[in-house]
């Protein structure tokens, strides 16, 4: 059994990369939503709390909180920035609005704590606050303040801990550092959260889980997809594991032959089924981007129901689900709003004739790399460029149809191609074009024409939680323009999307 780490989501934007910080230091950590009963936290016997940011004010009327009792619990508890003001009020301290200090900061260490042992006097951190803690708690010491305003940055008593900044996020440079040692220090992690167990974990699950029947796996080319299948296969072997590629007509260039040849030549098992035009004509008319997932799920799964008859003895689909699918597409893991339903968890209807196995919904990404690097998977599958599961259904704006799906494949096609031969590609984290249905004038040589719009976005990102817009070279995007225009029936203009995760989503729709 772990070791593990709860944090209670109290409806912060960082809350998952908090996270995914612990588990980068080899703690296990699970979010629950802020309200779960006493009990629950007991039941699960964690090493520590952390108590996450939000975007409330701790003396609002109706703020979320939680029951003085889990500071009688005697487990170590980390507040952040939301966290560390819920702290103080509810043992007695003071809030109040203040001045409103977002982004780039910098802490002064006014006294010894373990939390910010082996750091330097002076640190660089992330705010995001507009109230400040004005009067401690009986008992609570001032650890840090801010440089500028000498303002309450840190705080502690026991093993009780507040920090008004984010040490989750990369902006804070010794963040991991203050986590590590809050864990280790503090709440005397033993460290046990490993790739290797890991993998061990998953595949006592899956083996205990898979009884009888076979499992069929919704295969894309993409990581998440692809280790899924790698490890499914190795664990239950091909006799009770199949693979399906279902051509929905929304993947990118040449992407369902390479995809089959690569999962050919990994040993797994596999089989292509044509709808395409099935999938268009369900989608005929439909523009809202909720109502496309929702669509393409449900036909997703009517396809796996009928070839699974023509399979012997299924019982169970595979999916690539990760956490934060499962935290972006639903909210019961805290209070957070639902941002999209992703196509392999909001898309499924309540009753299914499958058993869902899904190996990874704990699982960050870069959880999911390590693992595919344990099963000796190439890294040109590990490193392509994440890829939607409604594929470029979901990058078409407005109504999708056959001649729009040729328009953002072919854009597509030249944006990754130009990448890969300025050796970018692998330097950015995910590039897109999106098809906006917004025409425009242009001029192709004599003739006035009036066509569509691509836009063209890349991103850099750690964990894709948050995301920053790559500046990518004039010289690349004049060339990549061009030859959209030029190459591309039916679009007159490029343009460059410039704005970051939050506030908004990596994709449009």
């Not at 507040?79 to 560390?84: A, Q, S, T, V």
């Not at 999938?279 to 129901?305: C, H, N, Q």
């Amino acid at each position: 059994m772990h070791q593990k780490a709860i944090i209670l989501d109290f409806g912060g934007q960082y809350t998952q990369l908090i996270a995914r910080k612990i588990r980068e230091v080899g703690v296990f950590s699970e979010i629950l939503p802020y309200n779960v009963p006493i009990d629950k936290i007991v039941s699960l016997d964690p090493i520590a709390l952390v108590l996450s940011g939000g975007a409330r004010s701790v003396y609002d009327k109706d703020a979320p909180t939680v029951s003085q009792e889990i500071f009688k619990l005697n487990i170590p508890i980390l507040g952040i920035c939301y966290g560390m003001q819920l702290i103080v009020h509810l043992l007695g301290g003071e809030v109040k609005e203040g001045r409103r200090e977002y982004g780039r900061s910098f802490v002064n260490f006014v006294s010894r704590s373990p939390l910010f042992e082996n750091l330097r006097s002076r640190e660089q951190v992330w705010m995001s606050h507009g109230d400040e803690v004005i009067r401690l708690p009986k008992g609570f010491r001032v650890t840090a303040v801010t440089e500028e305003r000498n303002v309450i940055a840190a705080i502690e008593n026991g093993n009780i801990f507040g920090v008004q900044f984010h040490p989750e996020v990369t902006h804070t440079p010794s963040g991991v550092d203050i986590l590590r040692n809050f864990l280790y220090k503090v709440a005397k992690a033993r460290g046990d959260w490993s790739i290797g167990q890991i993998i061990e974990d998953i595949s006592t699950g899956i083996k205990r889980k898979v009884t009888q029947g076979k499992v069929i796996c919704a295969l894309s080319g993409g990581v998440d997809s692809t280790v899924t299948a790698v490890l499914l296969n190795k664990v239950l072997g091909k006799d009770s594991f199949i693979g399906l590629l279902v051509d929905t007509g929304f993947m990118r260039k040449g992407e369902v032959k390479e995809v089959a040849k690569n999962l050919t030549s990994l040993g797994v098992p596999l089989k292509i089924i044509d709808a395409k035009d099935r999938f268009l004509k369900a989608l005929k008319g439909v523009i809202d981007p909720e109502k496309k997932r929702k669509i393409i799920g449900k036909t997703f799964i009517s396809v796996f129901k009928e070839a699974a008859e023509k399979i012997t003895d299924v019982r169970y689909l595979a999916q690539g689900t990760l956490y934060p699918d499962v935290i972006e597409s639903t909210s019961v893991k805290g209070p957070s709003a639902v941002i999209k339903t992703h196509h392999n968890v909001g898309g499924l209807p309540e009753k299914l004739d499958f058993e869902l196995v899904e190996p990874f919904r704990m699982l960050f990404k870069d959880e999911v790399r390590k693992i595919g690097k344990e099963l000796k998977i190439p890294n040109e599958l590990l490193y392509r460029h994440p890829f939607p599961g409604p594929g470029l259904a979901v990058r078409i704006l407005g109504e999708v149809t056959y001649e729009r799906l040729r328009k953002v494949r072919e854009a597509d096609f030249i944006f990754v191609k130009e990448l890969k031969k300025t050796n970018l590609y692998d330097k950015i984290s995910q590039a897109l074009c999106v098809l906006i249905p917004v025409k425009s004038v242009g001029v192709v040589g004599d003739k006035r024409i009036y066509d569509e719009v691509i836009a063209l976005r890349a991103v850099s990102t750690l964990d894709f939680m948050t995301a920053d817009w790559c500046d990518l070279p004039k010289e690349l995007l004049d060339k990549v323009a061009r030859r959209i225009v030029n190459e591309v029936k039916g679009v007159s203009r490029v343009v460059y999307d410039i704005t970051s995760k939050p506030p908004a989503t990596i994709e449009w729709e």
